[in-house]
């Protein structure tokens, strides 16, 4: 909740509008196990996508790098410090921020020779929550970019698509026949 209230800060949401979201909200851990493989150009260990949470935590274990996020258009290896979190701005945020924060589209590779081991934890707004951009950040000259949804539904439509980078996020944004 401490991040979540530096990122409302910087962002200069009204005092409580992000708290609101994610007090209570949900919260969820997935431990990773990537084996070895002897021919890692072969096989991916998590297809690119991008979060659906508001921030995601995560704790690479061992200290085999396979994390990448793409930049540009291209796949950047993340290189972590000894015992560093790394921390993934989500879809979520990405919305409410009305899009200043963007939440990054990532892949996990595996390593021909280390398993690879981690933990993600992920930290979303609770169920009865509306996703939509912050009302204290939108006005005429900074209309909303993104459709409002109920937490709820928007799980149920993330998780009932394939993993496939940012696309659900796409289909979140308002398009110039809406507006």
Not at 150 to 163: C, I, N, P, Q
Request: aromatic share 8%; hydrophobic share 40%.
């Amino acid at each position: 909740m401490m991040l979540l209230g530096f990122m409302a800060k910087a962002l200069k949401l009204e005092k409580g509008e992000m708290e609101e979201l994610f007090e209570d909200g949900m919260q969820s851990v997935r431990m990773t196990y990537y084996p070895p493989c002897p021919q890692p150009e072969l096989v991916m260990g998590l297809t690119p996508h991008s979060d659906a949470t508001g921030i995601t935590i995560l704790l690479q274990i061992n200290g085999v790098d396979g994390l990448q996020i793409k930049k540009d258009g291209v796949w950047i290896p993340v290189s972590f410090l000894p015992d560093a979190l790394v921390v993934n701005v989500g879809d979520i945020l990405e919305i409410l921020s009305n899009g200043v924060y963007t939440s990054i589209e990532h892949r996990a590779t595996v390593n021909a020779a280390k398993e690879r081991i981690s933990i993600a934890m992920f930290f979303n707004p609770k169920s009865s929550a509306q996703i939509k951009p912050a009302a204290s950040l939108i006005n005429p000259q900074n209309p909303p970019l993104f459709k409002q949804v109920g937490m709820e539904k928007y799980f149920k439509d993330f998780f009932s698509r394939k993993l496939d980078g940012k696309s659900y996020l796409e289909h979140m944004k308002i398009k110039n026949e809406e507006a």
